[in-house]
């Protein structure tokens, strides 16, 4: 499936059917689009599972359409307040996932012009509550390659500070790097109509918007997050993949990352992140190639601080004790600060 969890399919989706499978969500992590990194963070799976499966059961309350099926216990499909104790697996619908055709140095769309329903729209969807330092978006503005009104702004914002309102962002998933999209391009590469493209980010703000009154119980700032989006085969919209995670989100206490943005904090100050981003200026489908060598591996307290951090969360934001004896969220991050 990926670089952090697995997907075993149980019955494939058709053109007209979708179907059905299990994601297994494993301990790795990725960040900076490396793929698989070399630590794996003890109890994620569980914690990222069990979160995700608290929002989607969110959503269902909501009436927001959508691909959870249920999380798994002893082979049966369960509600997260159901389980007996933690799982690492979620059962979902399958839509199709169609693949842009890979031409000359960039990809070609088209076939999203032609499909009717039943697949993955070929997008990531970010919401954008806060620019904090180093955002990439913050860096196309100060850049030119955004403009603060093409975001209904009308100064360019500082960093960290909280926006006006929050915005929504565009960027490829089916490509081999992630790459920035206006919305007119999103709405080009995915065969989007108007309607649609404006049920789809009314759908985002307000997941968004439930997502922040969970955290914000615990004293953190909802930053900002991705979703996906699929359509049915009656070409109705419905949220995939998962959400709400500290792997999906940015969210921060006082300025301290409750995320997997603490990882990349650590990683920004090697010399292998320094690589990485010269390799993809260089050439954006096949940089990995040009890194030498690869990371290496996170202080031991520092992994074992992310993992409790994780398990954190997942007790706190669903108020139950999923993972005994673990410290109180805000003690860990405290902590967390002298390797950021």
């Given at each position: 499936?990926g670089?952090?969890?697995?997907?075993?399919?149980?019955?494939?989706?058709?053109e007209?059917s979708?179907?059905?499978?299990?994601?297994?969500?494993?301990d790795?992590?990725?960040?900076?689009?490396?793929?698989?990194?070399?630590?794996h963070i003890?109890?994620?799976?569980?914690?990222?599972?069990?979160?995700?499966?608290?929002?989607?059961?969110?959503?269902?309350?909501?009436g927001?359409?959508?691909?959870y099926?249920?999380?798994?216990?002893?082979?049966r499909?369960k509600?997260?307040?159901?389980?007996?104790?933690?799982?690492?697996?979620?059962?979902?619908?399958?839509?199709?996932?169609?693949?842009?055709?890979?031409?000359?140095?960039?990809?070609?769309?088209?076939?999203?012009?032609?499909?009717?329903?039943?697949?993955?729209?070929?997008?990531?969807?970010?919401?954008?509550?806060?620019?904090?330092?180093?955002?990439?978006?913050?860096?196309?503005?100060q850049?030119?390659?955004?403009?603060?009104?093409?975001?209904?702004?009308?100064?360019?914002?500082?960093?960290?500070?909280?926006?006006?309102?929050?915005?929504?962002d565009?960027?490829?998933?089916?490509?081999?790097?992630?790459?920035?999209?206006?919305?007119?391009?999103?709405?080009?590469?995915?065969g989007?109509?108007?309607?649609?493209?404006?049920?789809?980010?009314?759908?985002a703000?307000?997941?968004?918007?439930?997502?922040?009154?969970?955290?914000?119980?615990?004293?953190?700032?909802n930053?900002?997050?991705?979703?996906?989006?699929?359509?049915?085969?009656?070409?109705?919209?419905?949220?995939?993949?998962?959400?709400?995670?500290?792997?999906?989100?940015?969210?921060?206490?006082?300025?301290?990352?409750?995320?997997?943005?603490?990882?990349?904090?650590?990683?920004?100050?090697?010399?292998?992140?320094?690589?990485?981003?010269?390799?993809?200026?260089?050439?954006?489908?096949?940089w990995?190639?040009?890194?030498?060598?690869?990371?290496?591996?996170?202080?031991?307290?520092?992994?074992?601080?992310?993992?409790?951090?994780?398990?954190?969360?997942t007790?706190?934001?669903?108020?139950?004790?999923?993972?005994?004896?673990?410290?109180?969220?805000?003690?860990?991050?405290?902590?967390?600060?002298?390797?950021?």
């Amino acid at each position: 499936m990926g670089s952090v969890k697995d997907l075993k399919v149980i019955i494939p989706p058709e053109e007209n059917s979708m179907g059905r499978g299990r994601f297994y969500f494993s301990d790795r992590y990725s960040v900076f689009d490396w793929g698989e990194m070399p630590d794996h963070i003890p109890y994620k799976g569980e914690s990222i599972a069990i979160l995700s499966g608290y929002f989607f059961e969110k959503l269902n309350e909501r009436g927001i359409e959508n691909h959870y099926v249920g999380l798994v216990e002893d082979n049966r499909v369960k509600s997260w307040r159901q389980l007996k104790g933690p799982t690492n697996i979620m059962e979902v619908q399958l839509v199709r996932v169609i693949r842009p055709r890979a031409v000359n140095s960039g990809y070609d769309y088209s076939v999203f012009r032609q499909l009717r329903g039943n697949f993955l729209l070929p997008l990531e969807v970010i919401y954008r509550n806060t620019l904090s330092q180093g955002s990439s978006l913050l860096k196309r503005l100060q850049k030119g390659e955004v403009t603060p009104q093409e975001l209904g702004l009308q100064n360019a914002p500082e960093p960290g500070q909280r926006l006006p309102h929050p915005i929504i962002d565009f960027s490829t998933k089916l490509e081999v790097t992630d790459r920035y999209l206006k919305e007119t391009e999103a709405l080009e590469i995915a065969g989007l109509s108007e309607e649609e493209m404006q049920g789809l980010k009314s759908m985002a703000l307000e997941m968004d918007t439930i997502i922040t009154e969970e955290i914000e119980r615990l004293g953190l700032q909802n930053e900002d997050g991705k979703f996906e989006f699929g359509f049915s085969p009656a070409r109705t919209l419905m949220v995939v993949d998962v959400l709400g995670t500290l792997d999906e989100c940015r969210f921060t206490y006082n300025g301290i990352p409750v995320s997997k943005e603490i990882a990349r904090m650590y990683y920004r100050k090697t010399d292998w992140y320094i690589q990485t981003e010269e390799a993809k200026r260089v050439n954006r489908q096949n940089w990995k190639a040009l890194v030498k060598g690869g990371p290496e591996p996170l202080p031991p307290r520092l992994k074992e601080l992310i993992s409790l951090i994780y398990r954190a969360c997942t007790n706190e934001i669903t108020g139950r004790e999923w993972f005994p004896e673990v410290p109180p969220l805000r003690e860990l991050l405290e902590e967390v600060r002298e390797y950021i």
